[in-house]
Nanobody, 122 residues
């Protein structure tokens, strides 16, 4: 059983930045978000490959603005969010699994964090 504990989030003005943290250890860690009335959508994922390197993937709407990174010594994954836009407003969830396929598929993840609100004002 993998427990995920999230921190960070809050209220920020458009153009600002926030950092989310997720304390957990798994081969693949992902971030998803869910806005009111919408489906939970993929944001970013980081996955340790067979030779120890890390692969990262992002949804197009956050490329160049968000960065996912892992601190293995602290068993923590971060989502650094820069140049935030009002449309980034959502509850953000971290997720974990041990496989390396289907990184953007929420149904492929086995464990989920409690969610944290991110609100970007215009």
């Amino acid at each position: 059983q993998v427990q995920l504990v999230q921190s960070g989030g809050g209220l920020v003005q458009a153009g600002g930045c926030l950092r989310l943290s997720c304390a957990a250890s798994a081969r693949t860690m992902g971030w998803f978000r869910q806005a009111p009335g919408k489906e939970r959508e993929f944001v970013a994922a980081i996955s340790r490959n067979w030779n120890g390197g890390e692969n990262t993937v992002y949804v197009d709407s956050v490329k160049g603005r968000f960065t996912i990174a892992r601190d293995s010594a602290k068993n923590t994954v971060f989502l650094q969010m820069n140049s935030l836009k009002p449309e980034d407003t959502a509850v953000y969830y971290c997720a974990a699994k041990e496989t390396t396929l289907r990184l953007a598929d929420k149904d492929a993840y086995d464990y989920w964090g409690q969610g944290t609100q991110v609100t970007v004002s215009s």
